[in-house]
């Protein structure tokens, strides 16, 4: 690893004092090999203001691969830092070049996906995610890996926006064993059980450890605990608190009154706390047809159409010498309204006959 390293080093001082549009595609590869040895050495910090630089200056020689290349680098270094306020900056201060391949795109889109996830941005974190599974190879074996990682971290996301993932996920047969530690985590927070949470988190910690999302897994706890009071709050029509409290497994069964308030101030259940004899009192139960929820998610799900035509539009390639083609003749105008004007007075003499 050392050894590579230093070649890595070597190779990109020889690149600096080379000013040759022609080796702009060696220098991709050279930055992304580099970098690779740089973070198998545990160094990849270091190499940071080298890309930096780079990026600056493929950027205004309009070399996208490139610069494609060395904003996805610069967003992994502050990924794996976990530096991620200077990951969104970097993205708001940069513009991805829309000319890249999708291979770029669909790692510019899974960090953006990360970054938006870390600080709460479920929804826009979980759009990017599902646009990076797209954009990514679609052959079968191929991209295994990134499709993984995308497809467990989409499926916390999905998770901590109160939806549950499509069983598909977790059924392919290459990915199930992969799958099986976020399977088992669906389950517990779908069916509100906040004991099978506590017991999954314990048996697969170093599972979500090793794929970077154990602190995202931690924020499911209250995400568990709601959907096991909407359980709670839809089979009894009352209950007291403190048998409520021991329903969910509660470590502090005094706190389920803050925690029922909350949950009937943000819409998970529709009731209303009795607080002179501590009994929560299940209200009956809305019909969802009669508001606006299925316009707002109809509304929802024709703007991402539109905005995938959009992108299919702006991606679409054309020849490049296709506004050179030369201009007929003005001949060969004379020549093509001559055999028109035939051809109306032949169709003409038929009518006539």
Do not use: W
């Not at 990360?114 to 826009?124: G, M, N, P, S, W």
């Not at 499926?155 to 064993?177: M, S, W």
Request: aromatic share 6%; net charge neutral; proline share 3%.
């Amino acid at each position: 690893t050392d050894a590579a390293v230093d070649v890595g080093q070597i190779l990109l001082e020889r690149l600096r004092t080379i000013s040759r549009r022609s080796l702009d595609p060696l220098a991709e590869r050279a930055y992304a090999f580099t970098a690779l040895a740089y973070e198998r050495a545990g160094r990849l910090a270091e190499l940071r203001p080298a890309l930096q630089a780079a990026m600056r200056s493929a950027q205004l020689h309009h070399f996208s691969a490139c610069h494609a290349t060395l904003l996805n680098l610069l967003l992994r270094s502050l990924v794996e830092s976990k530096l991620y306020v200077q990951a969104e900056k970097l993205i708001s201060k940069s513009a991805f070049p829309d000319a890249a391949s999708n291979c770029h795109t669909a790692r510019y889109l899974y960090y953006n996906g990360r970054i938006k996830a870390v600080q709460l941005e479920y929804t826009d974190a979980h759009r990017s995610l599902l646009q990076a599974a797209r954009k990514a190879p679609q052959s079968a074996g191929r991209a295994l890996g990134f499709k993984l990682t995308v497809a467990k971290l989409d499926t916390i996301v999905q998770l901590l926006l109160g939806e549950v993932p499509e069983r598909a996920v977790f059924r392919a047969a290459k990915t199930r064993a992969a799958m099986r530690p976020y399977l088992e985590l669906v389950q517990a927070v779908r069916l509100g059980r906040l004991a099978t949470f506590h017991a999954v988190m314990e048996e697969h910690a170093a599972a979500f450890d090793a794929d970077g999302n154990h602190s995202l897994v931690l924020r499911l706890r209250q995400n568990v605990i709601r959907a096991g009071l909407r359980n709670v709050s839809l089979a009894y029509s009352r209950i007291p608190l403190a048998e409520a409290a021991a329903k969910l497994a509660l470590d502090k069964p005094t706190d389920m009154g803050p925690i029922a308030s909350k949950a009937i101030r943000d819409g998970v259940i529709d009731a209303t706390i009795d607080t002179d004899a501590a009994v929560l009192i299940s209200s009956n139960s809305y019909d969802a047809c009669a508001t606006f929820e299925p316009q707002q998610a109809f509304h929802r799900r024709i703007g991402f159409c539109l905005n995938l035509h959009n992108e299919a539009v702006r991606a679409m390639s054309y020849p490049a010498d296709a506004h050179k083609d030369e201009l007929p003749s003005a001949e060969a105008l004379k020549e093509r309204q001559r055999e028109e004007q035939e051809l109306m007075e032949s169709i003409g003499d038929e009518e006539d006959f």
